[in-house]
């Protein structure tokens, strides 16, 4: 059972270059979400997705881009990097346990934009 | 706003005792996490609470005080492997997690 999986694991960019980040999940999960973590901040969710073929905004969503074709894929996108965007990108999804919406985490995605 | 604070780091001896804490103010209150972190990996879920009092599972627990907005992550027998980072993150009125930056926790032997 992989749980929550992220390609590319590193990357780096030239500022205005695009890439895709991928995120598969294979627990069947309805909710899933984008983050990104920098150093002395909380998580900071970027876009989020209740559901197949729907997505929504989070916190942080300018100059990123995220699509939800299949319940168990999430791609988040940049058009135009910027050095701003250079984080650590985790992507997760949620089940209820308990009565809490508990998260599972892919390892992360390192970003860098030059 | 709203806010999340815990300490930026702390440093605790193997075998001892710690207590992590996280103070909140939000736009209402639906529960409080508190992930773990191991550094270069992923957030992995340790405890879950809603109501006030003391959840404990094995050598970690966990304690809210919503009048107070004030939560505490107790870590017992100390391992090496305990040396990470845990996140407090609290769910606004909107359902929606607040995260903290989060306390680096350093394990000496």
């Known amino acids: 059972n992989a749980g929550v999986t992220q390609t590319p694991k590193f990357r780096v960019l030239k500022t205005g270059q695009s890439m895709t980040l991928l995120c598969a999940q294979d627990?069947?999960?309805?909710?899933m979400y984008w983050y990104r973590q920098d150093p002395g901040m909380g998580l900071r969710l970027i876009h989020y997705?209740?559901?197949?073929?729907?997505?929504a905004k989070g916190e942080v969503p300018d100059g990123y881009n995220v699509s939800r074709l299949k319940k168990q894929n999430f791609l988040l996108g940049l058009e135009s990097a910027a050095p701003s965007q250079t984080s650590v990108y985790f992507c997760?999804?949620?089940?209820?346990?308990?009565?809490?919406?508990?998260?599972?985490f892919g390892a992360g995605s390192r970003l860098t934009v030059l | 706003g709203q806010n999340i604070d815990q300490p930026t780091e702390m440093t605790a001896t193997e075998g001892a005792i710690v207590q992590i804490n996280c103070t909140y103010q939000?736009?209402?209150?639906?529960?409080l996490f508190w992930y773990q972190q191991h550094a270069g990996e992923a957030p992995t879920f340790l405890s879950y609470?809603?109501l006030d009092g003391l959840e404990e599972k094995g050598r970690f627990s966990s304690f809210l005080s919503r009048s107070k907005g004030y939560s505490y992550l107790l870590l017992k027998e100390l391992q090496m492997k305990d040396s990470a980072s845990y996140l407090c993150?609290?769910?606004?009125?909107?359902?929606?997690?607040?995260w903290g930056a989060g306390t680096k926790l350093i394990i000496k032997p």
């Open positions: 997760a999804s949620s089940s209820q346990v308990s009565g809490a919406n508990v998260l599972t």
């Open positions: 627990m069947n999960h309805e909710y």
């Open positions: 997705s209740v559901g197949e073929g729907t997505t």
């Open positions: 939000t736009s209402g209150f639906n529960g």
């Open positions: 609470n809603v």
């Open positions: 993150a609290v769910v606004d009125s909107n359902y929606q997690l607040i």
